[in-house]
């Protein structure tokens, strides 16, 4: 990315402001980038360990799998899903707060033994599986902001910092050439008026 500069004092307080600007923000960027990585690798490990409870319970559902033919599948819904929102490093992600299921009665003596364990794993099924699709959905929205956060530690560190730097160096490099020349001119000058005064002297 090019720098867009004049060679004057005022683009280069300019430039020296952006570049100060940047090199402050640089650390910060820096700590929300390591926080958000961090972050993301322990919504990523929540999302892993939920999905292995979740696996583990299948098992105990697939174990009563020939019962649940004879389940009446109208016994239990959920009813409702509370859901907040947690800042981390400024990213607002969901918090799976509350799951409300709805029973419906039945008859405790005419429906099979098992009904009560079959809502059991069910309820915990269901749980299980929100907080799953919530975390593994908190590691996408941390993982697309620390990717975002990366890409502007990287423009600063690897392109602005150094681009204004170079620009700062370019405007110095030119105003101290264009001092020279006129010191060297002022000299010149003053040297030919010497040799004048001198040449009328004689």
Do not use: H
């Amino acid at each position: 990315m090019a720098i867009k500069f004049q060679y004057n004092k005022t683009s280069l307080g300019e430039l020296g402001k952006q570049l100060k600007m940047r090199q402050k923000a640089l650390p910060t960027i820096k700590s929300k980038e390591s926080a958000l990585r961090s972050e993301v690798k322990k919504a990523k490990d929540a999302a892993l360990e939920y999905r292995r409870q979740l696996e583990a319970l299948k098992g105990e559902y697939d174990y009563m799998v020939q019962l649940w033919g004879e389940f009446d599948g109208d016994l239990l819904r959920i009813a409702d899903v509370e859901l907040t929102i947690q800042k981390i490093a400024g990213v607002r992600t969901p918090v799976l707060k509350e799951v409300r299921f709805e029973e419906k009665p039945y008859d405790l003596f005419s429906a099979p033994v098992w009904y009560a364990d079959g809502l059991d794993i069910l309820k915990r099924l269901a749980r299980l599986g929100l907080d799953f699709e919530v975390y593994n959905r908190k590691m996408e929205l941390l993982d697309f902001a620390r990717r975002k956060t990366t890409q502007k530690v990287n423009l600063y560190e690897k392109v602005q910092i150094p681009g204004y730097e170079d620009a700062i160096r370019k405007i110095k490099r030119f105003m101290e050439d264009e001092e020279n020349l006129s010191k060297s001119a002022q000299k010149i000058v003053k040297t030919k008026q010497q040799q004048a005064v001198e040449g009328a002297m004689l």
